[in-house]
C-alpha cells in the first residue's frame, strides 16, 4: 500500500507541476501568437483579411511553445525520474495533456477590442483560439518521445561499456 502511495504520489505532483506550467506556456502563447483582426457585420464576425494566415499561425504557435515546454519537460523528468521513470512517464503523458489544455484556456482568455469601422460593421481583435485540436497533443508527446530518447540514448551507452 505504502508502494502504491508513493506510484500515486509521484504521477499526481508530475501532473500537478505541468499544468502550473501550463499557465505560464498559454501567456507565452498568447504573447507570441498574432491576433485574428475580423469585422462584425449585423453582428457576425467575419475574417477582416479572408486571406489572412493568422488561425494557422495561432496553431503553429501553440505547437511550438507546447513543444517547447514538452521538450524541456521531458528532459527534467528523465533526469528527476531515477527511482520511479515509469511513473514520471505517466506524470509526463497526462500532465502534459492537462498543460497544453490549461495553456490553450488561458492563453484565450483575453478578451478582444471593437473599433469603430466603416459603414456595415466594427472592426474587432479576437482573442486567441485553436482551429487544429491535435496540437494539444504537442507538449505529451514530446515529453515523452523525449524520455524515451534519452533512455534509449543512456541505456546503449551503459550496454557499450
Known sequence: MRHLRGNLA??????????????VAGYMWWALAPATR?????????PADPESQSLIEADGWFAVVTGGFGLVSGIVGYVLS???PVEVLVGLAAGGLLAGY???LVGGRAEGEVQAAGPGGYTMTSSL?????????????VATAVFWVVEFAVTYNQRRR
Open 38 to 46: 475580423y469585422v462584425l457585420i449585423d453582428g457576425v464576425p467575419h
Open 82 to 84: 531515477r527511482t520511479r
Open 102 to 104: 490549461v495553456a490553450m
Open 129 to 141: 483560439g485553436l482551429t487544429a485540436y491535435g496540437v494539444l497533443f504537442a507538449w505529451p508527446l
Open 10 to 23: 509521484t504521477i499526481v505532483v508530475t501532473v500537478l507541476v505541468l499544468a502550473v506550467l501550463g499557465v
